[in-house]
Every structure is written in C-alpha cells, then in structure tokens.
C-alpha cells in the first residue's frame, strides 16, 4: 500500500473543547469513547466490557466517574507493599527509556504522565533526558521528586496547564487505561509534543487482558471491593492503539514492550515465565517482520511530523 500523505493539522485547545464536547454528547454507555462509534455496533467481552468492531477498545459502561486523586492516595500508594512493587520495576523501565533514546537521541525534555513513584522519570534523567511529571497522588509525587530532584505536578493531567509544543517526550506508562476521556487526553497530550517529538504509550493488550479475566475471573464482591483507582475504563488492543495515534495527528507503530520482573525472586518460577513470554514476543515480532505483536503489554509509539512537513509513515 502506498503511504498515505496528510495535511498536518494545528492541534489547539479549541480543538480540546470540542472533543470534550462531542464526549458528552455520547456517554460512554452509548458509544465507543475512542471511536465514538454506537454502542449497538460492539460485543460483549468479559467482565461486562464492550468491544468496538470498529477500532478494537474494549470500554467500561460504567459512567460513575474515578475521583484520581484521592483514591490513589488513599488506597493504592499509601500501601507500603504497592510501593515497592513500583520499586521493582526498573529494569522494564531502563529498557523502555533506552528504546525511546534510540527514536529520540539527542535527548531533550521528556513530560511522564501518571509518573507514580518517579521509576520511569529516574531511568530517563540518568539517560540524560531532562524530566518532568504529572502524578495525582500527593504520597507517590512526592516520592517522585525525593527520588529525581524534578518537577512533580501533584493533579491529573487534564487539570496541568502547559504550554504547547514544551516536550521532546511524552510518555504515557500504564494510565491511559484509567482515565474518563482517553481521546481528549490524548489530544492534550499530542499538543504539548514539539515538531519531531515523541509520544509513547504501555498499555495492556487487551485481547489477552480478557482472557486473563477468564481464566482468573473474581467473585463480584471482590471486584465491588476494589479500590476505583484499580478499575479499567478501558483496555486497547494494538488496532485501538493505531486508531487513537492516527486520530491525534500522529504516525506510529506498535511494538511489543519489555517485561517487568516484579517477582522478589529474579529466579523464581514466576520470573522465568515472565522472561520466556518476553523472547517469544520479540522474536514473533521480529520473524513476522514488525507485523505480529503478542506481548502481554504493548509500547504504542507516534512520532509528531517536522516542521513544515506533511504526514506520513514514519521510520523505525
């Protein structure tokens, strides 16, 4: 197929507004909140989701709107066992800072979105990226700026006033699942990345998402009991992904992300499948030539065009 060549179009907070104002219009109990497209035109997933036919979301009905930041204070990052968890994540971390580096190598200024604990900012500001971030949660924003020294903004994203075009970088590290409105905030977050920049999403692939519900499915009452913040609004697939890059102006790809080795025991059983399940994405990945993804978890990566440069498919 021939590249595609699009107009670039501005991105601006005007274009934001009427975004927001087309969400409304449709609740996510009556269309696809990436898509837009009819509820009526989806199936049902596991765990009450609806999965789009048309851009491959599996969304949340539930319209109760997630109250971020107390709920992520309260009952997520004021666990000790939860924070070192995050604690344990750098190598995973160390490897998608050295992928972006390699998109990206002069560096730059790097915004992380939902930065927890600062584990994503550290790895970047050791890479020589200057860091900044975003992080709801006042317990884990100020664990972030103990550990970076950097700029932390303790709200969510949508409440953060910056300026357009201030990143090199925006990254995007397992949150889009959580938030309301994922197309606003990804146009917000396309309007902050400079001509050539980067933006770069972890999410979980949805496919395998459901099935993991299936076969580990919880009592409803477990599920009641879970803290808001824990709940998935939505979960996308690497055709979900595609569709929301190419909706905010971005050219991009998918690529399988590396595994996080939470386990305490980097020997353990736990960790030995983790790793297989790593190699066997990669190498699918790489023998399909870039087309095969199944990686538990995906990296969604877009590129902003250069300045005074039209669309179009954007090198590896």
Not at 7 to 36: G, I
Not at 41 to 55: A, F, P, W
Not at 275 to 281: C, K, N
Not at 295 to 314: W, Y
Request: one cysteine or more; a positive charge; proline letters at 5%.
């Amino acid at each position: 197929m021939a590249d595609q060549v699009i107009p670039v179009a501005a991105t601006s907070c005007r274009a934001d507004a009427a975004e927001r104002e087309l969400n409304a219009k449709m609740a996510r109990n009556q269309a696809c909140v990436l898509c837009h497209t009819p509820v009526v035109d989806s199936v049902l997933g596991t765990g009450g989701y609806r999965i789009c036919l048309k851009c491959d979301l599996a969304w949340s009905l539930d319209t109760e709107p997630v109250t971020a930041s107390g709920d992520w204070k309260e009952r997520y990052y004021g666990r000790a066992d939860i924070v070192q968890l995050h604690e344990r994540r750098q190598s995973g971390m160390n490897a998608i800072v050295k992928r972006l580096s390699e998109l990206h190598p002069h560096r730059g200024l790097l915004l992380d979105v939902g930065t927890g604990v600062g584990i994503f900012m550290s790895a970047a500001a050791k890479d020589d990226w200057r860091v900044e971030g975003i992080e709801p949660s006042s317990i884990a924003a100020e664990r972030a700026r103990k550990l970076t020294g950097a700029r932390v903004y303790n709200d969510i994203f949508e409440n953060v006033k910056l300026s357009e075009g201030r990143y090199d970088a925006v990254c995007i590290i397992d949150t889009l699942r959580h938030v309301p409105e994922p197309r606003v905030f990804l146009s917000s977050a396309r309007r902050l990345i400079r001509p050539g920049g980067i933006l770069l999403i972890r999410e979980f692939y949805q496919r395998i998402w459901q099935y993991y519900r299936r076969l580990w499915r919880k009592p409803e009452t477990t599920l009641r009991s879970q803290p808001r913040s824990q709940e998935y609004a939505q979960c996308f697939s690497p055709k979900s992904l595609l569709y929301a890059l190419d909706a905010i102006g971005l050219d991009g790809w998918i690529e399988p992300s590396p595994i996080f080795v939470e386990s305490e025991c980097p020997y353990s059983m736990f960790a030995f499948s983790k790793r297989v399940a790593g190699l066997a994405s990669r190498s699918v990945y790489r023998i399909s030539g870039h087309r095969i993804c199944i990686s538990p978890n995906v990296l969604a990566i877009g590129r902003a065009p250069s300045e005074n440069t039209t669309r179009s498919v954007s090198t590896r």
